[in-house]
């Protein structure tokens, strides 16, 4: 087994904290989400541009009770229902313009 791979299969369902917007996986991810890594050819990429760090044991977990998706703070969690499942799309684009630009970190 190449190593590259192997570092690939290790990364596999690690749980990470998404630290800009991006979408992964065919999925919008946003600031403070709590989400695992698929086990991609790019994880160890996303962890080397820390567009994402390790979840620590000691972080908190707040649930978005729409969609279930978990963050590492209340105001992220709030920021995320907002714009994912009450703002129109004008809306939406804006704010995952700025997270995307690290403008909210
Ligand atoms: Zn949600």
Do not use: W
């Not at 972080?59 to 105001?75: L, N, P």
């Not at 009450?86 to 909210?104: H, R, T, W, Y």
Request: proline fraction near 3%.
């Amino acid at each position: 087994m190449p190593p590259r791979y192997l570092g690939v299969m290790l990364l596999k369902g690690k749980k990470v904290v998404a630290q800009r917007a991006f979408v992964y996986n065919k999925k919008q991810v946003m600031i403070g989400q709590i989400f695992e890594l698929g086990g991609f050819e790019n994880d160890a990429l996303l962890l080397r541009l820390k567009y994402v760090i390790p979840f620590k044991k000691t972080m908190s977990i707040f649930k978005c009770d729409r969609c279930g998706a978990e963050f590492v703070s209340q105001a992220y969690r709030d920021i995320h229902t907002k714009t994912m499942h009450i703002a129109n799309e004008v809306e939406k684009k804006e704010v995952l313009k700025k997270q995307l630009a690290g403008l909210m970190i």
